[in-house]
């Protein structure tokens, strides 16, 4: 919290403050001051001494104490704007002069925990001012309490803890546009804050340097705020800004809709001044009867305010208010109303909603139109009154029940078609209201009865003519889906407007030609494109963020909200080997966000992709232009959007997304594992070359080079080559990236509570406050510091050779890992002892709080080897030019090793396993002598975590194998897991040993389970003649099974749901069968031999090559 001092007096200080600061809100104090006209004798303010502690038992401090006749508040100087605490009158039960010699104290009696203020003056008249001023004010309180007991206290707009940059906790309450921050409940509840802020005056900012953080500013200062999640900081912020619209709230609209009198007292109580309205009813109601409207259908009323939502309030719908009105729609609506049932603005809430609800829903009082059951009569009645231009008909029609979407003889226009044929803003402007607008209903069946939020927003933006030249200032409003522009705000003269249907893709542009511009993309004749700009960067923001709601589908508008949308808009798109859809995209900060199948967002965290290619046009769409693939280990996605230019301008963007980082850890490339790829990069070359190296990481690089580095690793991660620099580079780099970041990996805001920790006298003691803070670190954090340790780990295990011990390595890292609030300098050698400390201590206790348990270590461990080998074959895979990808290809997930790592391998139509497996040894030729082994290694399809798996014989076509996954949707909640695999080709000559070259039949007595159930039974299973057959008895003479084993594809093992009755497996897929109840069929045998006899001979058949047509695929071996 930074506060800088003025002069006197809290009162004097504001106006003062106000005067030096033109530039700040400017308010006037005054008109604050005459809401509460207080008797002079009542106020006083002072220095004083307080005796410190709950129980005024500790030492006496001086403090400048404030009575404004209704809170008594103390602050630490009469410079210092921020109160130490208020005290309101209602909390204090008495007041005692004690005078003692020359001592003038008196004691405040509180409700506060029963706690005792206890102030001093200098002199006994000032000791005896003050308690008869405190006295007289808790008399008069007292006197008036009864008076008000009816107003019991309001629960505020928003409440909870918020930690403030001092670290402390307050509670923190949001009521109207006041925001009071507490000690604790217990004061919240006496309602005794600290202080309290008048969000007129204050302004809520982004931290720029820090996450999680808020600042909130006064003209005295700021108070930095911190929260554990984004969606609590969110929360808070808006709050904040409906409290600051609350305290600016402007009365121009409120003024407008007053010029019809009756809008000044509630249509449906009477209460005076009501400040909300039901837009589509055209009434105005007081805030108790619009929290009733509010919780009916948004069909039979929406509730907007008329002094905050001030941007929705478009001349037409403010016109609107004024034309009907709530003597007008009472007149209708209250027409046969008894005088006996009408409400009064003190009604309690349960009649109140009773009678709102009798009064709109079941329209028990309104004066309905005679053709009330005559539905074809009354829509023709409709149509005439908007011909008319008769707002009021309209209304008494439509609300007697008529089909606003009524058509004569079923295909003339709507009555909306008709106002809006010939501009009848007011009737267009009402019929919209109430879901007129056919385009506003969504053709999708599922959504069918939704209708479309209502997207406003009115404002200038600079905006250029067809010719794309200059930009001229325009007045533009969206209002009934569409964006219209007018020369200026005071004229109606129409200049353009683009309807929602016709907008294709919104997106930022970066140049400097003028302002923050954006453009939008259309379909309309000659594929228009509009471009708009702003002197602000906020309001640019805001008209993309309205535009892209305006444009979505409605069965997601309601999730677009993301700030700083980079682009937005619809498009084609394709997962892996799956058939395009359509989908409507956005796309904010890394994030992709779009619509699946099932009309729901869903999002890539393109922090992850690990590659951006574009693909030719064959490839796209229908063939409609170009498209571009993103992939990562895990997902691979075809993008293309609706027009080909705006397909480029996505590419674009995504493409600085995918390769640039940022200045903090969550905003960094990451690897598959969550970790930063530039620490899993340098980490991976340390292994492979540096573990040996005597003092590595305390060698110094050559800083120019070191620099170098760290901006390629900026630039783009995953193109970074690191072949040519040395280890004690690459460590540095990884050491200056760690200390560079905005924040470090141990959080700062943490850093004491870790260094209060390693205080800790007791190893189990500190231990469990490293776990308590390890589990509070983000993801990203956590995993870049669990890859780091291990690693580090690793190093010390060499240190007889390389000297760097366990102690070195923490002090070598703890100034790039851990961070004070401040940065200071000037760190004691205790504190620097204690960084040590707790990386020693991580160190030295790896598995406690990295390995859950001995068989997740185990896991752990043999993922890490794998995935520790998989980097060291893509370190050496970098030296090389990356292969001649071909165009009409895709990637499909290949796992290593059976584990959980994967790689994509490139599939074409016509790719062999061979040539698949050649791209993959292009790959593992590379590796270093010890990788050799990889070789013996072939390819596999695999499913269900590799519990069926299959070999693949050199000449089979992949695309033939990965196209058939399409087929198992009925799976994909059994975890299906569709992948091809590298795995031993041990498994193929242990068939060759079992395969029985003179038999040419096979027979026996299996357990067998068909493609409908789970269970098995025992059948007779015979191969002959290259024909599989199941009798139900071995004598039977017909087969109640048969096919030809080249239709049959066949695995080892089985679906993991089937009873299970022996271990060994054989599953077969018959080609055209659809799979829903099982996967596949299944034959069990008693003894690995029987499988192996059974699956050597079949595999056998199939293949005519043989089953070790890979050895003789690579003669000299994989790694030739
Ligand atoms: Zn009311």
Redesign the pocket.
């Known amino acids: 919290m930074t506060l800088h001092r003025s002069s006197k007096g809290v009162f004097s200080k504001l106006l003062d403050n106000n005067k030096r600061n033109p530039g700040s809100v400017s308010i006037s104090w005054p008109v604050v001051l005459h809401k509460k006209p207080k008797p002079k004798k009542n106020i006083r303010e002072g220095l004083l001494n307080k005796q410190g502690g709950f129980n005024a038992n500790k030492g006496w401090r001086k403090r400048w104490v404030v009575f404004d006749g209704s809170k008594l508040s103390y602050y630490d100087s009469n410079k210092s704007q921020v109160s130490k605490r208020i005290i309101p009158v209602s909390c204090i039960n008495n007041v005692e002069i004690d005078v003692k010699a020359d001592n003038y104290k008196f004691k405040v009696f509180t409700t506060l925990k029963s706690r005792v203020f206890v102030f001093a003056a200098e002199k006994r008249d000032d000791c005896t001012m003050w308690a008869n001023v405190l006295m007289a004010a808790v008399v008069d309180h007292k006197s008036s309490i009864k008076t008000d007991q009816e107003n019991l206290p309001l629960r505020p707009d928003k409440e909870g803890f918020i930690r403030f940059a001092n670290m402390k906790e307050y509670y923190v309450t949001i009521t109207g546009q006041m925001l009071r921050y507490y000690h604790s409940l217990d004061d919240y509840q006496e309602e005794s804050p600290v202080h309290e802020i008048d969000m007129k005056l204050a302004s809520v900012k982004d931290n720029e340097s820090k996450k999680l953080r808020l600042q909130l500013w006064v003209h005295y200062g700021h108070f930095d705020l911190i929260f554990p999640s984004e969606q609590e900081l969110q929360q808070w912020r808006l709050a904040m800004e409906v409290a600051i619209a609350e305290g600016l709230a402007d009365d121009t609209v409120l003024t407008k809709v007053y010029e019809n009198i009756s809008n000044q007292q509630?249509?449906?109580?009477?209460?005076p001044n009501?400040h909300w309205a039901s837009i589509n009813l055209g009434i105005v109601?007081?805030k108790?009867?619009?929290g009733i409207h509010r919780m009916f259908d948004f069909r039979v009323t929406r509730i907007k305010s008329l002094r905050m939502d001030t941007r929705i309030w478009t001349p037409s719908l403010i016109e609107l208010m004024v034309t009907i009105g709530n003597a007008n729609a009472n007149m209708f609506w209250a027409a046969k109303l008894p005088s006996r049932e009408a409400i009064q603005?003190n009604e309690l809430m349960d009649k109140?909603r009773n009678f709102i609800s009798k009064k709109y829903i079941e329209k028990r009082y309104a004066d309905k139109h005679p053709l009330l059951n005559l539905k074809p009569a009354l829509g023709e009645e409709l149509l005439k009154a908007a011909k008319d231009d008769n707002v009021l008909d309209t209304m008494r029609i439509l609300f007697s029940g008529a089909d606003i979407m009524y058509r004569q003889h079923n295909d003339g226009p709507t009555a909306f078609e008709i106002v809006k044929q010939s501009r009848q803003r007011l009737v267009m402007e009402f019929l919209f209201q109430n879901g007129g607008d056919p385009q506003s209903l969504v053709e999708n069946v599922q959504d069918e009865d939704r209708l479309r939020e209502d997207v406003r927003l009115q404002g200038f933006l600079n905006k250029t003519g067809p010719l794309g030249k200059t930009f001229e200032r325009r007045w533009c409003v969206i209002e009934h889906g569409t964006l219209t522009y007018y020369m200026s705000d005071k004229t109606t003269m129409v200049k353009g407007s683009v309807d929602r249907k016709d907008m294709a893709m919104i997106s930022s542009v970066d140049n400097d030609r003028m302002g923050y511009q954006f453009e939008l993309s259309t379909t309309l004749k000659d594929n228009r494109t509009y471009m708009f700009s702003s002197d602000i960067k906020d309001d640019t923001a805001e008209w993309m963020g309205t535009i892209a709601k305006l444009m979505a589908p409605v069965a997601v508008m309601e999730h677009v909200g993301m700030i700083d949308i980079r682009f937005a808009g619809y498009a084609y798109m394709k997962e892996l080997v799956n058939e395009w859809h359509q989908t409507f995209l956005v796309f904010s900060w890394r994030v992709l966000n779009f619509m699946n199948k099932d009309l729901k967002f869903d999002y890539l965290d393109l922090r992850k992709a690990s590659s951006i290619r574009m693909q030719d046009a064959n490839m796209g769409y229908q063939n409609r232009g170009p498209c571009f693939v993103i992939s990562s280990t895990k997902w691979t996605v075809y993008l293309q959007a609706n027009l080909p230019r705006d397909t480029e301008k996505m590419y674009n963007c995504l493409l600085e997304a995918i390769t640039g980082s940022g200045s903090t850890l969550n905003d960094q490339v990451l690897s598959s594992d969550n970790v930063p790829v530039i620490v899993d990069r340098c980490i991976t070359h340390v292994e492979v070359h540096g573990l040996m190296e005597k003092g590595v990481y305390r060698t110094a690089g050559q800083s120019s080079r070191v620099q170098a580095l760290l901006d390629e690793f900026r630039r783009d991660a995953l193109s970074v080559s690191l072949r040519e620099y040395p280890v004690a580079e690459v460590a540095n780099t990884l050491k200056r990236f760690l200390r560079e970041l905005d924040d470090s990996v141990f959080e700062r805001i943490n850093y004491p509570a870790w260094i209060s920790a390693a205080g800790c006298t007791e190893l189990s003691n500190r231990l469990s406050s490293y776990e308590y803070y390890l589990k509070k670190m983000p993801s990203v954090h956590f995993n870049t510091l669990k890859r780091i340790i291990l690693h580090l780990h690793q190093v010390a295990e060499h240190c007889a050779v390389n000297k760097m011990s366990i102690t070195n390595l923490a002090a070598c890292f703890a100034p790039s890992l851990m961070r004070t609030l401040k940065d200071q300098t000037d760190l004691t050698g205790d504190v620097c002892s204690q960084e040590i400390k707790i990386i020693v201590d991580l160190l030295e206790n790896k598995d406690f709080f990295f390995h859950a348990d001995e068989k997740e270590r185990i896991r752990a461990c043999n993922i890490e080897k794998a995935q520790s080998e998989l980097r060291k074959m893509e370190e050496l895979r970098q030296s090389v030019h990356p292969g001649k990808f071909d165009v009409q290809s895709w990637l499909v997930p290949c796992q290593i090793l059976d584990k959980d790592v994967s790689v994509n391998v490139e599939v074409t139509e016509t790719r062999t396993a061979i040539e698949a497996m050649e791209k993959l040894n292009e790959f593992l030729s590379r590796s270093q002598p010890h990788l050799a082994r990889l070789g013996t290694y072939v390819l596999f399809e695999s499913f269900f975590n590799g519990n069926l798996v299959r070999p693949m014989f050199p000449k089979d076509i992949v695309a033939k194998t990965t196209k058939r996954w399409m087929e198992f949707d009925a799976f994909v909640d059994d975890d299906i897991t569709m992948s091809l695999s590298l795995r031993s080709m041990e498994l193929l000559q242990n068939l060759d040993t079992s395969y029985q070259h003179q038999s040419h039949s096979l027979q026996a007595e299996l357990q067998y389970s068909d493609s409908k159930s789970k269970k098995f039974k025992t059948k007779t299973v015979r191969f002959r003649q290259c024909q599989l057959a199941i009798y139900n008895k071995a004598k039977d003479a017909e087969a109640a099974h048969c096919w030809k084993v080249e239709d049959l594809t066949f695995y080892l093992g089985a679906w993991p749901k089937r009873s299970s009755s022996s271990r060994y497996y054989l599953t077969f897929l018959v080609n055209g069968e659809k799979y829903t109840k099982a996967f596949g069929h299944c034959l069990g045998f008693s003894n690995q031999e029987d499988l192996y006899t059974w699956a050597a001979m079949l595999y056998a058949v199939q293949n005519p090559d043989g089953l070790l047509s890979w050895a003789s695929a690579f003669p000299h071996g994989a790694t030739s």
């Open positions: 509630c249509a449906d109580c009477g209460a009501p109601v007081c108790n009867c619009a603005s109140r």
